[in-house]
């Protein structure tokens, strides 16, 4: 099936992966039951980032929940964006707002949350967690909300 008329060229054609960190590969599709709200959850456990200081890898499961509006992300897209990581050297915290800014900005979702599982290193693991939520709407209380509530137990 040809998605190209939807602006989806990353579905269906040979994978190229990018050797860097790449948020034009990200593609978004439009949402065929923008009135309701619904959850759409994705879990990557096989993330991979590079310690900016030492170059070491860093493992983590990134976990994306959204409510979206009018676009959604494409998942064929959203592995090679989170692959594109695999070489590029942040922070944890710094990932986890990258990623959250990037999909805001591919889709302006009504609600969205992520949260990065990293495994230890030094004998202590980072779990960094980012959410937004539309402004002035009930998705910004819902932010503020899940943010004074959060806790991952």
């Known amino acids: 099936m040809d998605r190209t008329k939807e602006g989806l060229k990353q579905l269906g054609s040979a994978t190229s992966y990018a050797t860097d960190y790449a948020p034009e590969v990200l593609e978004a599709f439009d949402n065929k039951h923008p009135d309701n709200d619904y959850w759409v ?3 990557c456990p096989e993330f991979t980032s590079l ?3 030492t170059g070491q890898p860093d493992f983590a499961e990134i976990r994306i929940a959204y409510i979206p509006a009018k676009r959604m992300v494409e998942s064929k897209s959203l592995k090679l964006y989170l692959f594109s990581f695999r070489n590029h050297g942040d922070f944890h915290e710094d990932c986890v ?3 959250m800014k990037d999909l805001i900005q591919l889709m302006h979702p009504k609600y969205i949350e992520v949260t990065g599982i990293f495994t230890p ?3 202590i693991s980072i779990w960094p967690y980012a959410n937004y939520g539309m402004p002035g709407t009930q998705y910004e209380k819902l932010a503020q909300h899940r943010l004074a509530e959060h806790d991952l137990r």
């Open 97 to 99: 707002n990258i990623i």
């Open 51 to 53: 310690c900016p200081i």
């Open 121 to 123: 290193r030094g004998g």
């Open 41 to 43: 959850r994705f879990n």
